[in-house]
């Protein structure tokens, strides 16, 4: 497996799969939700409604995946997956790890040669760049996959030398 690193836009990057960082709801948020959203058009979001309706009734579990088509981004699926909040005073990393895991399991049932990762629970969930990034690259090196290319698409210089720095 490849691991390579980018800073950019995740909606705009050319994988077989990108990774969205969603909410339970499945239902669109803020950040890469929002983002993935916006660009990839209603399609995303009319097929989580039918996983809702379906398998999913009670919502996507954190540390989950599910796949959908990939509307009008240049990926072929979006991988929607639940990461932890941050807590202080509970140890959440194992269901932040299980993201990256399920996400290339995902990815495996799919036959997706290549998957772009955002840092996921990192914003809004407010976990610290530099712990979620080790728990990152642990977990997708450790990962039994077929998936050959893995890329980590950062959003600013900033998270991108704390990526760097890890692997
Ligand atoms: N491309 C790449 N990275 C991005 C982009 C982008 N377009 N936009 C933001 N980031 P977040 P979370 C970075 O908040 O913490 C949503 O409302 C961002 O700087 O997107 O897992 C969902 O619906 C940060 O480093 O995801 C959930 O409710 C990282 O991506 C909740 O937010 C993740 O930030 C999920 O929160």
Redesign the pocket.
């Known amino acids: 497996m490849r691991l390579t690193l980018v800073q950019g836009?995740?909606?705009q990057q050319r994988a077989d799969a990108v990774v969205n960082?969603?909410?339970s709801s499945l239902m669109?948020?803020?950040?890469?939700?929002?983002?993935i959203h916006r660009r990839g058009g209603p399609e995303i979001l009319e097929e989580c409604r039918k996983l809702r309706a379906g398998q999913y009734s009670k919502g996507l579990p954190t540390g989950q995946a599910v796949a959908t088509t990939a509307g009008r981004l240049p990926a072929r699926w979006v991988i929607h997956t639940v990461?932890p909040v941050y807590s202080a005073s509970e140890d959440r990393s194992e269901l932040l790890a299980s993201c990256y895991r399920e996400s290339l399991r995902v990815a495996d049932t799919l036959g997706a040669a290549s998957v772009a990762f955002?840092?996921?629970?990192?914003?809004?969930?407010g976990w610290p760049m530099d712990d979620a990034a080790r728990i990152a690259v642990e977990a997708v090196r450790a990962a039994d996959t077929l998936v050959e290319d893995v890329r980590f698409?950062?959003?600013?210089a900033a998270?991108y030398a704390v990526f760097e720095a890890r692997l």
């Open positions: 836009d995740i909606t960082a969603a909410n669109g948020g803020g950040g890469v939700d929002g983002a990461g955002p840092a996921i629970s990192t914003g809004i969930y698409v950062l959003f600013d998270a």
